[in-house]
């Protein structure tokens, strides 16, 4: 599938999603949060679930915040110090 065909696809489902997003947006039921289940779905109906304990967006930086930080330090103390001695 050709890029600008994948863009298309992409964008008439989030359309899709906008016009009717209880049909497409659910909670977890209590075993799919024990067993850990992803949604059951099908090629043409898609079903995601409510993050609601923002899992995803913990997964981003994956605990690695301080990490990232100290990084930026490194580089701005080394870009610092390279253009101070110049």
Same mark, same amino acid.
């Given at each position: 599938?050709?890029?600008?065909?994948?863009?298309?696809?992409?964008?008439? +489902?989030?359309?899709?999603?906008?016009?009717?997003?209880?049909?497409?947006?659910?909670?977890?039921? +209590?075993?799919?949060?024990? &067993?850990?289940?992803?949604?059951?779905?099908?090629?043409?109906?898609?079903?995601?679930?409510?993050?609601?304990?923002?899992?995803?967006?913990?997964?981003? &930086?994956?605990?690695?915040?301080?990490?990232?930080?100290?990084?930026?330090?490194?580089?701005?103390?080394?870009?610092?110090?390279?253009?101070?001695?110049?």
């Amino acid at each position: 599938m050709h890029k600008k065909n994948l863009n298309k696809v992409m964008t008439k +489902c989030i359309d899709v999603v906008r016009m009717d997003p209880n049909t497409f947006i659910r909670d977890r039921s +209590c075993m799919d949060r024990v &067993l850990k289940r992803n949604p059951l779905g099908s090629a043409d109906k898609m079903i995601m679930f409510r993050d609601s304990m923002m899992n995803y967006s913990q997964t981003l &930086l994956m605990g690695m915040d301080f990490d990232f930080m100290m990084l930026h330090v490194c580089i701005l103390t080394f870009i610092e110090a390279v253009c101070h001695d110049s």
